[in-house]
């Protein structure tokens, strides 16, 4: 079973309004991820952390999406005003480093709908 | 055009049987890693195998097995002795050192294991 925590499962919006969910990795494990699958199961990659720094991250148009990962609290992804193109599932991941080898295990998933 | 490629959309097997599933990919780096995921009915994405490019051997771990054919630029999952709960959607992803941590994934294969 997964040891990534994601909250909630399940979230509902409107178009304009704000939607949040949350992630705490697994023990130990130093950097986060997350990516948005799609309907069709497409994945796309959307910003990493290390510790409370970002990594790597797609440009985020529209500066809609937020993410931070502050010490001692759980990592949080922010839409500012949901679209009805967000409605996917968001998964947080993380792993014990940020080397290319090391496997990253995902959470549960946030099914975001936006109706 | 896909970096990761899973022309297979579904498979269907009798159980106690063997399934292998396609996957190409396309990357200019030298070194770069290969994963397989499977992600259940309930949603959980669960890691399954790892191939590193540099090495020469096909990587195993329990009833999954690889075959890598790097001048190919293919990646197969083999699951042997199939049981009915490795019904699932597999995911085959990419880790290249020139694309930072992310995972570029495939569109997935189902794979449905009948009784």
């Known amino acids: 079973n997964s040891k990534v925590i994601q909250t909630p499962r399940y979230l509902v919006k409107g178009q304009g309004q704000k939607a949040k969910m949350r992630c705490i990795p697994e023990k130990g494990h130093p950097v986060v991820f997350w990516y948005q699958q799609n309907k069709n199961n497409e994945f796309k990659f959307l910003i990493n952390f290390q510790n409370q720094e970002v990594l790597q991250q797609i440009d985020m148009t529209e500066k809609r999406f937020s993410a931070e990962c502050p010490s001692n609290s759980p990592c949080s992804l922010e839409i500012q005003s949901s679209e009805a193109g967000d409605s996917a599932l968001y998964l947080c991941?993380?792993?014990?480093?940020?080397?290319?080898?090391?496997?990253?295990?995902f959470g549960p998933g946030t099914r975001l709908t936006v109706l | 055009a896909q970096k990761v490629t899973q022309t297979q959309t579904s498979i269907s097997v009798m159980e106690k049987t063997t399934v292998t599933m396609d996957c190409v990919y396309e990357t200019q780096d030298s070194s770069y890693f290969l994963f397989w995921y499977k992600q259940t009915a309930s949603g959980e994405i669960v890691f399954l195998i790892r191939?590193?490019?540099?090495?020469?051997e096909n990587a195993t771990v329990g009833h999954y097995s690889l075959n890598f054919q790097k001048p190919k630029s293919s990646i197969g999952l083999i699951i042997t002795a199939t049981q009915i709960e490795d019904s699932a959607v597999y995911f085959c992803a990419m880790r290249e050192d020139s694309a930072g941590n992310k995972l570029t994934f495939g569109i997935g294969t189902r794979v449905l294991v009948r009784p």
């Open positions: 191939q590193d490019s540099y090495k020469k």
């Open positions: 991941a993380s792993s014990l480093t940020g080397l290319g080898d090391a496997e990253q295990f």
